[in-house]
């Protein structure tokens, strides 16, 4: 029985010791698994955490450039605020100059109008005294009406210079006196005294006569009373003769002093010349 016995433990102690060395490699295997297992694992920890590291990194940068687009768009924003703000003082002042421009042009035209108005009223004023003059001047002289006063043909029966003469006579005196006290009345008036001369006679001779002639009409008005400041003297010499031809008659007319009367106070735009 002992024998037996001890046989019968031997056997069971070594499947005992066998199913422990089995355990024991089972949990070597078991062990070396779970460590393939987790370096695996740590493995992959690895490369998701250098992934998660690039991705970080990626993000940083993005956010850099995204701060620094934001600070320029801030920057933008502020220059086209200050821009606006530039723009509507510009339009504010330019709306200003625009309303007093418009306020100015309007003054302009009541001025203006008020302007032509009185220019108006003067000239139609100006024309009475043209037409009251030519009418009392048309019964001393023959008289015809330009287009800024009249002008006065002193020739013929007026004023009768003898051939080669500059010399006025009595009768001559008395006219010139009835045309000063008719001048006298008005005012406003420039007078230029035009003096011609018949064709006998060189040019040149002719033209210092004709001078002459108008010179001693002019110096007896202004002893009669008109003033010297609104007296001229022109010498046409022989150049414009009143009448064609070498008559006697035709000479005499010929040898004349015209007065060119004009109203200061009408447009004054043509000569003395053109209007006769």
């Known amino acids: 029985m002992d024998t037996n016995s001890n046989g019968t433990q031997a056997g069971e102690g070594g499947r005992s010791a066998y199913a422990l060395w089995a355990a024991v490699v089972l949990l070597v295997a078991a062990v070396a698994y779970l460590g393939v297992r987790v370096l695996d694992q740590l493995a992959d920890l690895e490369a998701q955490v250098a992934q998660l590291r690039l991705e970080s990194g990626d993000a940083a940068r993005t956010a850099v450039h995204a701060l620094e687009r934001a600070q320029r768009a801030e920057g ?20 200003m100059l625009a309303d007093a421009a418009i306020e100015d042009a309007a003054n302009a035209r009541v001025e203006a109008d008020q302007a032509r108005a009185e220019a108006a009223r003067v ?19 023959e008289t015809r009406r330009t287009a800024l006063g009249v002008v006065m043909n002193l020739g013929g029966d007026h004023l009768k210079f003898e051939f080669d003469k500059a010399e006025l006579r009595p009768t001559d005196r ?12 008005s005012r406003d008036y420039s007078i230029s005294v035009n003096g011609h001369t018949d064709d006998v006679g060189s040019d040149e001779y002719n033209q210092t006569l004709s ?9 007896y008005l202004v002893e009669a009373g008109l003033s010297p400041e609104i007296l001229t003297v022109v010498g046409h010499g022989k150049a414009r003769p009143l009448v ?16 060119g009367i004009v109203n200061t106070r009408i447009l004054y735009g043509v000569s003395v010349d053109e209007q006769g």
Do not use: C
């Open 174 to 185: 008395e006219l010139l006196s009835r045309i000063a006290g008719v001048l006298l009345s």
């Open 211 to 219: 001078e002459r002639r108008a010179q001693a009409v002019r110096d």
């Open 244 to 259: 064609e031809g070498t008559s006697d008659a035709a000479r005499a007319r010929n040898r004349r002093v015209e007065l």
């Open 76 to 95: 933008s924003a502020r220059e086209a605020a200050a821009a606006r703000a530039d723009a509507e003082a510009e339009t504010q002042g330019a709306r």
């Open 123 to 141: 000239r139609a004023q100006a024309e009475a005294e043209v037409n009251r003059l030519e009418e009392a001047l048309g019964l001393i002289a």
